[in-house]
C-alpha cells in the first residue's frame, strides 16, 4: 500500500472528508483533491507533514509504512481490567465486543458531525424525519424527508450545482433508501439506458468512491452523475466520450448514487 492509501485509510477510519482535512492543514481543497487522486507526481513535502499533523500519524508510517510504536499508553485500572477479561474471550465473544465498539464510535462520530458547523455545507445539508403513512388497506410504513436540488445535475454537459434551490420531498425509509443523503434531478441522456432524463437519483454523501461506482462530482464547480474511472469519468451511453479529470481545476466528489426513485404513474 503506497502513502496515497495510508493517507486515505486514515481518513476513512478517522471519517475525516477532503473538505475538513483541507481546512485542518491549510492545504487549498482543489490541491488537496489532486494530490489523493494521484494527479500530482511530486506533492510538496511540506503538504505530506501537514496530513500527517491532521491525521496524528507519523511521517515514517505514511511515507514508509513503519507501524507506529503505541504501546506506550497510561491504562487506567478499567481499562487495564477490560484488557484482561477481553483476552479470555473466544473468537465470537471478540468480534461481538468489537461490533459493539465499533458502533459507538460511528454513534458519536454522527453525533459530532451533526454539532459541527460547517462552512462549505451549502450543497449537501442532510435532514432525516421518520413518520408512519397509512396505506388504503390500513397497514402503515415509514417514510422520511431529504432534501431534493431542483438544479438539475447533468448527465450530459455539467450544471452549476452551488447554491442551487432545493425542497424537501419525502421517500420510503426502508433499507434500500436508509443510506440516501440528498436527492438529484438528473438530465440528458448520457446515463441510458439505467437512468434516463429527468430521474431523481438517492446520493449518500461522500468525498471518494470506488472505480466502478455511480457518483456525483463537481468540476469547477459544474455538476456531473457518472461512472468513476479513476482518472476520467464515464458514461454509460457509449455515444458520450470519457472526462479526463486533469482537465478540471478543481475536483470534487459530492457523493455515491445509490438508486433512483421510481416514477409517479
Known sequence: MDYLARIKAEKSR??????QLSEMTGIPLSTLSKMLAGFSESPKL???VAIC????????????????????YTLEP???????EYRKLDRHGRE?????????????????????ASPRAKILPMRKVSSPVAMQDGAEYAKRAILLYNLPVSAGPGEYLEDSAAEEITIPDNAKTKDADFALCISGDS????????????VQRCDEVQVGEPAIYLLDGAGYFKIFGGDRL?????????ILLKNFTEVRCSGRVIGKLRRKK
Open 46 to 48: 511540506s503538504n505530506i
Open 234 to 242: 464515464i458514461s454509460l451511453n457509449p455515444e458520450y466520450g470519457d
Open 191 to 202: 446515463m441510458e439506458p439505467k437512468y434516463s432524463d429527468g430521474d431523481i437519483v438517492l
Open 14 to 19: 478517522k471519517k475525516i472528508t477532503n473538505e
Open 96 to 116: 461481538v465486543v468489537r461490533a459493539v465498539l465499533d458502533k459507538e464510535l460511528e454513534r458519536l462520530t454522527v453525533e459530532e458531525y451533526k454539532n459541527a
Open 53 to 72: 499533523e491532521a491525521l496524528d500519524c507519523s511521517l515514517d508510517y505514511i511515507v514508509n509504512g513503519i507501524p507506529e510504536n503505541t504501546n506506550n
Open 78 to 84: 478499567d481499562e487495564i481490567r477490560f484488557i484482561e
